[in-house]
């Protein structure tokens, strides 16, 4: 199978907000049958990101509750190396929201980011038997 011609990739203008939580390697399991890598492995690669945030944050499990506003801005290809950034941009009673930036250093490319995916992601914070519990204040 051939890969797909990869178009000039368009730069999204800034620079990735908040801390650098995960980064991987796209790899062609992660991929459909044009060379992309799935949405669906991004996506969890950014939950990742934003639930390892709100666990250090609410000190403790922090099941995902919500996506909002997921936007795929550039695809993503096999040797891609995708960072996710996380920034707590609200914190509740009992739950967290985070921004989550995914970018890319193309494979083979410039040392450039690019952001390929966005979206704000909520985490509710549990105790031991999965009933909603308070996020306790920041140290």
């Known amino acids: 199978m051939s890969e797909s ?4 990739s368009i730069e999204i203008s800034g620079a990735p907000r908040g801390r650098l939580s995960t980064r991987a390697i ?3 399991a992660d991929t459909n049958p044009f ?8 996506m969890s690669q950014m939950d990742l990101a934003g639930g390892t945030h709100s666990y250090r944050r609410a000190r403790g499990h922090t099941p995902t509750v ?5 936007e795929f ?14 920034e707590v941009i609200r914190v509740g009673r009992t739950s967290i929201s985070i921004r989550v930036e ?3 250093r193309r494979h083979g490319g410039s040392d450039a980011l690019v952001r390929v995916t ?14 909603k519990r308070p996020v306790p ?3």
């Open 5 to 8: 011609p990869r178009p000039e």
């Open 26 to 28: 796209a790899m062609p």
């Open 35 to 42: 060379g992309h890598v799935f949405g669906g492995w991004l």
């Open 66 to 70: 919500a996506v909002e506003g997921m």
């Open 73 to 86: 801005h550039q695809p993503v290809y096999v040797g891609d190396e995708v960072s996710c950034y996380t």
């Open 102 to 104: 995914a970018w890319v």
């Open 118 to 131: 966005s979206a704000v992601f909520t985490y509710v914070a549990v105790d031991d038997q999965g009933k």
């Open 137 to 139: 204040p920041e140290e």
